[in-house]
């Protein structure tokens, strides 16, 4: 099914995403995602007035590969045109018109205040119910045909949860950006000071906080079930018979475990475990919360405002004061359209998926339970009907390829080299000022530092310093999803990046350092959330650092020291 050949999917330039999609996608998910991905930020852009169509997002060898759609440009455009034609466009194509007056309207309407109510009043609400109402059937109970149905449905809801995450990217972006992208010009200061202005302003960052802290405190009233957890022994077994306990301590545990237990782990794909998959790290993570004196305390922001505001010229203080208001006020969604709203739909649709795996490995259709996930929806749906598809040996080599191959096989470009966008100053006012925000938005969560260092003691691994702190540990190199057993409390979690569903491990964890993401990327603000040292978009920590090595963490400095 590979070949391995990296043919461009069409003209133009693309570029591989090596941020959310480390190794090929699924099969299966590679039939969900594009699609979704592409329709909602096509909507996201036409509604906030962007000069863009959307971000195109096609499979190669299983990789992500994308490229930006200007606004009425070709396919095979080379460029935008001159000022002149740029400036004759803006009055007289209708659609260019149209984008131009909106984005003034939604800066002036504050339009993403709009969005975040209907967010929290009607998309989060539905979201939730239709997670929580898949995610109590029991997939092995069904039959092959009601499990086709339960498939289906699971995959609908997964592609609508990501079409409403994408539809939501500029609604939770705009603001930020706008934010960073004046504070920076105005005070000078680093954007890792800027950033931490907006500390304590994403609860969901630090995950289930509400229902550990309910389960640490029924708990500790509790010392015999408290003694589940001494040992890391029968995880399963320890978390089911915490579930099962009478009380508090049951009502608790049940509703942390249903709050954490199908969002995926590690990842955005059907590929990565979801967490009641890998119940050594919940054990370790109930464990760690048990013992730590007091859950941390995440809004450090108001002790750092001072200090910045006085950078601020004075006549620009009040805009200043308006322009965080808004990057706080909208600061949530980021995490939040992922947490829970497309990570549990995604497990929820991996527990389907292994449930097919395993009656078409016993009847011989499939050699592995989690081939299943290499298997586009169509092809699952008629192997469960018992009729013709792929055979098991080509299955076998796709979930191969998967397994083994990471970005640093794939090329970082297909096509032409990407032609630089028209300058900012060309813009229209409003526009300008959206086009400088996203600018700032973008490099704030996708640039990396080049390291050459080779990794040996006393080596230094650079990166963007995150979130200040400073601590020693051991590096713990979580780059597949069966690694994360391998965490214990206190570790330095080294990984090509996160995603929301990481906040699981935060109570175990001593620091965080990434490859890929920048001060922007979820590994930055769950860190900054739950007063973590980290250091991210190092490019080749995971390269650099081996597995077991005692590390200096410096998020201050945004340095990783290998001691030995």
Known sequence: MYTGAFDSPGPGPWELEQTHFTRPMTRWMQAVFPGAQMRGMREAFSRYGALVDTVETLPVQGFAYGRIRPLGAPPDSKGHPPRLVMKALFVLHPEMRRRVHRCADAFERKLWREDMARWDG????????????????????????????????????????????HSLNVTCGLPVGDFIAHAAAWTGKPLSSLLGLLTGSSPVSVGAAEEMTRLVCALRAAPDAAALFASDDDAAAT????????????????????????????????????ALEVPIVLVRAIRASLENAALPQTNRAAERLAEIRDAVPADRRADFDA???????????????????????????????????????????????DHALDLSPEEVDALLAGLAGPSADDIAAASHWRATKTHADAP???????????PVEWLPPASARAMRAINALFAAMFDVRENKTRPQAGAIVSGFAASPGRIDGIARLVVRPEHFQKVQQGDILVAAMTCPSYNVLLPILGAIVTDRGGLLSHAAIVAREYGLPAVVGTRDATRMIPDGARVRVDGGAGTVEILG
């Open 323 to 369: 322009l965080l208001e808004e990057a706080r006020f909208v600061n949530r969604l980021r995490d939040e359209r992922g947490y829970l709203n497309d990570a549990p739909a995604s497990g929820i649709a991996r527990r389907a998926l292994l449930e097919a795996g395993r009656r078409l490995a016993d009847r011989g259709r499939l050699h592995a339970t």
């Open 412 to 422: 970082a470009r297909l096509g032409p080299e990407p032609a630089a966008p028209p």
């Open 239 to 274: 978390l089911e018979r915490l579930r099962t306990w009478t009380g508090e301590v049951g009502a608790a545990a049940r509703a942390y475990l249903d709050k954490v237990g199908l969002r995926l782990l590690s990842g955005y794909d059907v590929g990565d475990y979801y």
């Open 122 to 165: 009607e998309w989060r609400p539905e979201a939730e119910r239709q997670n929580a109402a898949l995610a109590a059937v029991e997939p092995s109970a069904l039959d092959d045909d009601a499990l086709r149905a339960h498939l289906r449905d699971a995959r609908t809801r997964l592609e609508h949860a990501m079409y409403r995450h």
